[in-house]
């Protein structure tokens, strides 16, 4: 993400960035926005990541509590998080937490 993109979740009020940290170490980060869809307005988790070193300490998680408690309080209906194809990682993350999968898409380069 550029310092461009940063600016997006920072200065407009449909958006919010957390930090987490740990000992003063910026260790973790997620990105939120909220948008309009067919059932009213929307969460979506753009990123939630926890730098390797600081996993399994529960840092991800309240990052992702702050982070439903933000959408909630926006009046969102319901909240999508992004997982990349391949990443078990953070689809196990997100399943945890409650989530299900809705879409799965898939693409072919033409090149």
Same mark, same amino acid.
């Given at each position: 993400?550029?310092?461009d993109?940063a !600016?997006?979740y #920072?200065f ?6 957390w930090a987490?940290?740990?000992d003063?170490? %910026?260790? /973790?980060? $997620?990105?939120c926005?909220v948008e309009?869809?067919?059932?009213g307005?929307?969460?979506v988790?753009?990123?939630c990541?926890?730098?390797e070193?600081?996993r399994?300490?529960?840092l !991800?998680?309240? #990052? ?8 909630a309080?926006?009046?969102?209906s319901? %909240?999508? /998080?992004? $997982?990349h194809?391949?990443?078990?990682e953070a689809k196990q ?6 989530f ?7 693409h072919?380069?033409?090149?």
């Amino acid at each position: 993400m550029s310092g461009d993109d940063a !600016g997006e979740y #920072l200065f407009r009020a449909d958006r919010s960035a957390w930090a987490g940290t740990l000992d003063g170490w %910026v260790a /973790g980060m $997620a990105l939120c926005r909220v948008e309009d869809g067919p059932d009213g307005l929307g969460g979506v988790l753009d990123a939630c990541f926890v730098e390797e070193e600081a996993r399994e300490l529960g840092l !991800g998680h309240l #990052l992702l509590k702050s982070s439903l408690a933000w959408f909630a309080s926006q009046g969102c209906s319901g %909240v999508d /998080g992004i $997982a990349h194809p391949g990443d078990r990682e953070a689809k196990q993350f997100f399943e945890g937490a409650g989530f299900t999968a809705r879409l799965l898409v898939m693409h072919r380069s033409l090149e």
